[in-house]
């Protein structure tokens, strides 16, 4: 499994970013794929998912309504689009086959910082 993100970066609340994950070494479109988070200080935080088919999503509450998690399969590709940033957003945001337990099963990260 080998799950690269990209998209993080620098932006002030209320902000919007996107995130994409590219997945190789399984077959993508077989699988639940997942975000989560780890906060400066804290656990690991599941976010998101979205089944393998890409038509059910499901959310934290404390980001349900800003972020939309999407998947093109033929592209082996996640997305995490987020919208109405908020400083306590701020993490390092990884994609996970399944929900993300395993860290053999995780990317290495991106970073995102919401900050004025």
């Known amino acids: 499994v080998h799950l690269v993100e990209s998209g993080g970066g620098l932006v002030q609340p209320g902000g919007s970013l996107k995130l994409s994950c590219a997945a190789s070494?399984?077959?993508?479109?077989?699988?639940?794929m997942s975000w989560v988070r780890q906060a400066p200080g804290k656990g690991l935080e599941w976010i998101s998912d979205?089944?393998?088919?890409?038509?059910?999503?499901y959310y934290v509450d404390s980001v349900k309504g800003r972020f939309t998690v999407s998947r093109d399969n033929a592209k082996n590709m996640l997305y995490l689009q987020m919208n109405s940033l908020k400083p306590e957003d701020t993490a390092l945001y990884f994609c996970?086959?399944?929900?993300?337990?395993?860290?053999?099963?995780r990317g290495q990260g991106t970073q995102v910082t919401v900050s004025s």
């Open positions: 996970a086959r399944d929900w993300g337990s395993d860290p053999e099963l």
């Open positions: 070494g399984f077959t993508f479109s077989s699988y639940i």
């Open positions: 979205i089944n393998s088919g890409g038509y059910n999503t």
